[in-house]
DNA sequence: AATGGCCTGGTG
DNA sequence: CACCAGGCCATT
């Protein structure tokens, strides 16, 4: 599931493989992966433009035009992105839209859940405005305090806020459950209960775990993997998440799975408080 | 603030 | 065969 560090995986080997490519067709077996525009639509726009550099905002992946055009990718559950060498196209069981690139590569959209989305903007501005995110939380300007003061005014469980990409963006479930239990905390407590101190340590934790995640390139649960089809290796590393009933690894009692938001929630109710 | 819909493959 | 996974959006 893409959270903040694998599209930021992505990002990076997208902008290593990518950068300076010129788009030369499109096409979309799937055309509703392509927002508020058909397929046609969003050839006339494209066609023939470079891509200057590939970015990133919360789970978003961004490109610039260089035309001061942007499209963004988002990836949802399933979605990825890779870059075909071949220059058949070869579509997978899943392919929703391939970018021919002039040099021959297509850069192919694969999606079994159909939950991903392509969108194109005019400019920086219309972009920003389409994406209502909060701080990134591994953002140098983003501090404790900040963070504490996002969660004073609300009652809402400290996870459901993690979750909420207006509050922070890029943090999904596995990271969120990771950030809590580093920072010892349970994950329904209201967030507005917090000490200063507390909020300190998640926030903490959070930099750290989304940090390390980038630098494990991901993680990889079932079908993430980045623009060359590598594997993220972070998946070796969590502590709580996924691992309901195994013991706890730092005081050795059970991990438990409750729900909240909706989502499942790995934690371990010992040493989480 | 909480719930349902979007989706499809995998599981019980 | 029913149900679940879950990010995000629309609806209540």
Redesign the pocket.
Known sequence: ???LPEVETVRRSLHARTSGARIAWVEAPFA?CIEAMTPDEFLSVVRDRQIMRWGRI???LTTALDDGAFLTV?L???GRLVVVDEEIRQTG??TRLMIGLADGRILRFDD????GRIAWYPDQDSLEEA?PLGPEPIDERFGPEDFHALLAS????IK?LL?D?RIVAGV???YADEALFYAKLAPNRPAQGLQPQESRKLWLALRDVLLRGIAHRGTSMRDYVDADGRTGEFQNHLMVYGREGEPCLRCGNRVQRIKI????TFHCPVCQR
């Open positions: 599931m893409p959270e509703k919360g789970k978003y988002h949802r559950m399933t069981a899943h079994q859940r159909k939950f994406l609300r009652t809402r469980p459901s979750l990409q999904g479930n596995i938001s909706g989502r499942s």
